[in-house]
């Protein structure tokens, strides 16, 4: 799941510094599921406020992207356009279609949920008014300076472009992946690819799985405070 599709998991309601977290793993350089621990001062940042709810984001984000690479209907939807992909690999010089393909697909689903239900403006006002606040505490926190460091510089580019990722045409999209997770981009450039071809490649992953990816990521809202308070 990409940005605007986490960000959806969560209730309105919430904590500006926990939806600071739910996107920290797709801005973050070289995260993993499971976050090194190592980087971050854990124990004072449970005793923080805000740090914690920061990571109760960071957790719900891991916990989600367990769940929904598994599904049947992601799993499917990727082959398909997996396929697609190997059409064009070749000739274009690509590597990895699968991973393309996953994150195409999760750039696409951000656009349908956007159409379904347009929350960017009330996030985007929540992250940017708890920006200076979440630096500040991060910088306290966190070992790793260098990965931080990039952190934040992704995330003040999302702030300062007012950008939740809305990727309605593949070529905005590609650009925002290139401005914020090049190095998800392997060897893909899609600003090269025909856009028909993309464009016919993503009416027709909408029409087979669209509707069944947006139903399940717009419930999980539904065990977000059970989650939560399961961690302590």
Same mark, same amino acid.
């Given at each position: 799941?990409?940005?605007?599709?986490?960000?959806?998991?969560?209730?309105?309601?919430?904590?500006?510094?926990?939806?600071?977290?739910?996107?920290?793993?797709?801005?973050?350089?070289?995260?993993?599921?499971?976050?090194?621990?190592?980087?971050?001062?854990?124990?004072?940042?449970?005793?923080?406020?805000?740090?914690?709810?920061?990571? /109760?984001?960071?957790?719900?984000?891991?916990?989600?992207?367990?769940?929904?690479?598994?599904?049947?209907?992601?799993?499917?939807?990727?082959?398909?356009?997996?396929?697609?992909?190997?059409?064009?690999?070749?000739?274009?010089?690509?590597?990895?279609?699968?991973?393309?393909?996953?994150?195409?697909?999760?750039?696409?689903?951000?656009?349908?949920?956007?159409?379904?239900?347009?929350?960017?403006?009330?996030?985007?006002?929540?992250?940017?008014?708890?920006?200076?606040?979440?630096?500040?505490?991060?910088?306290?926190?966190?070992?790793? /300076?260098?990965?931080?460091?990039?952190?934040?510089?992704?995330?003040?580019?999302?702030?300062?472009?007012?950008?939740?990722?809305?990727?309605?045409?593949?070529?905005?999209?590609?650009?925002?992946?290139?401005?914020?997770?090049?190095?998800?981009?392997?060897?893909?450039?899609?600003?090269?690819?025909?856009?028909?071809?993309?464009?016919?490649?993503?009416?027709?992953?909408?029409?087979?799985?669209?509707?069944?990816?947006?139903?399940?990521?717009?419930?999980?809202?539904?065990?977000?405070?059970?989650?939560?308070?399961?961690?302590?």
């Amino acid at each position: 799941m990409n940005i605007y599709s986490h960000l959806v998991t969560l209730p309105e309601s919430c904590s500006p510094y926990t939806a600071h977290g739910v996107i920290a793993p797709d801005l973050w350089p070289k995260f993993t599921r499971v976050y090194n621990s190592s980087q971050l001062n854990v124990g004072n940042m449970q005793s923080d406020p805000i740090a914690k709810d920061w990571l /109760v984001g960071v957790q719900w984000h891991i916990h989600l992207d367990q769940h929904f690479h598994h599904l049947d209907v992601f799993q499917r939807a990727c082959i398909s356009i997996t396929e697609d992909v190997q059409k064009y690999a070749k000739l274009l010089g690509w590597k990895r279609c699968h991973t393309i393909a996953h994150v195409w697909l999760e750039l696409m689903l951000d656009g349908w949920l956007l159409n379904q239900k347009d929350a960017s403006s009330h996030w985007g006002e929540a992250l940017s008014g708890s920006y200076n606040t979440l630096v500040d505490r991060l910088n306290s926190h966190v070992h790793d /300076v260098d990965s931080l460091d990039v952190y934040l510089h992704r995330l003040s580019w999302c702030k300062e472009s007012q950008h939740l990722s809305r990727p309605n045409q593949v070529k905005e999209q590609m650009f925002i992946l290139d401005k914020i997770l090049p190095e998800r981009l392997f060897c893909a450039r899609f600003l090269d690819v025909d856009l028909d071809w993309a464009s016919a490649v993503e009416h027709r992953a909408k029409h087979d799985f669209g509707q069944d990816l947006c139903t399940w990521v717009a419930g999980c809202e539904k065990g977000f405070d059970s989650f939560s308070k399961g961690l302590g």
